[in-house]
């Protein structure tokens, strides 16, 4: 079974500066997604970004961006200039790449980093 | 609406109600999940539909009965709880369950406390 582990519990940084969230995950499948959610105080959960393994590019989304590293399987959240709003806890996750037909992947999530955006 | 939304936000039970939460998505979706989110835990898939149809039961408490009436719809139905059930339960959405790029969407949630 595929297990994902988010070792830092609680991060923070100073607004405008960058941070780093670390994600590790223990896999046998060559083929996969991983996934990073943001799950503010609000509670509902939003999806930050999606990188497929099979791409060596570096998925980004505006001022969200991934390290991927798939030997190593390490896929950590680089977050720029940190905002106030960007206080939440961090889920990353992994889910197999279907084989299609009556088979499907489920999502396995870490265990989360609380970030703390300080003004 | 937009989204996936689920009701209600809060919910205080005793051991010996009978209570429901309700989940809808507004995005065509054709797959929805329950998940519990208990404190210092990962999260926890406790079922999944497709197309109405029931493809998953992670080895859930019968005290916990799932309904999916129509693919926009999904109910957990509540009784004899215990106060470990008490945590935030989440619901979520996708596409098509079976194709590789599928991605989830999660409503707020449901705090459920129970006495």
């Known amino acids: 079974a595929q297990t994902v582990t988010q070792s830092q519990p609680e991060m923070s940084v100073q607004e405008a500066e960058t941070v780093t969230l670390s994600c590790t995950y223990d896999?046998?499948?060559?083929?996969?997604?991983l996934f990073w959610y943001k799950q503010p105080p609000s509670r509902q959960m939003i999806l930050v970004i999606r990188?497929?393994?099979?791409?060596?590019q570096n998925a980004t989304e505006n001022r969200f961006s991934v390290n991927f590293q798939k030997a190593a399987k390490s896929f950590s959240l680089k977050i720029s200039d940190s905002q106030l709003g960007d206080a939440a806890m961090y889920f990353c996750?992994?889910?197999?790449?279907?084989?299609?037909?009556?088979?499907?992947?489920?999502?396995?999530f870490g265990q989360g980093t609380i970030l703390t955006v300080h003004p | 609406e937009t989204g996936v939304t689920q009701t209600p936000r809060h919910l205080v039970m005793g051991m010996t109600n009978k209570k429901s939460l309700k989940c809808e998505q507004h995005?065509?979706?054709?797959?929805m999940y329950w998940y519990k989110q208990s404190a210092k835990k990962p999260l926890e898939l406790m079922f999944v539909y497709s197309l109405e149809e029931r493809v998953e039961n992670n080895s859930v408490p019968s005290r916990f009965s799932p309904e999916c009436p129509n693919s926009s719809h999904l109910f957990l139905h509540l009784h004899t709880l215990q106060p470990e059930d008490s945590a935030l339960y989440l619901c979520?959405?996708?596409?098509?369950?079976?194709?590789?790029?599928?991605?989830?969407?999660f409503g707020p949630g449901t705090r459920l406390t129970v006495l």
């Open positions: 979520a959405s996708s596409q098509d369950l079976y194709r590789s790029t599928d991605t989830q969407y």
């Open positions: 990188q497929e393994a099979y791409k060596q």
């Open positions: 896999t046998s499948e060559s083929d996969y997604y």
């Open positions: 996750a992994y889910r197999s790449s279907n084989a299609g037909g009556t088979s499907y992947g489920k999502l396995t």
């Open positions: 995005l065509g979706h054709n797959a």
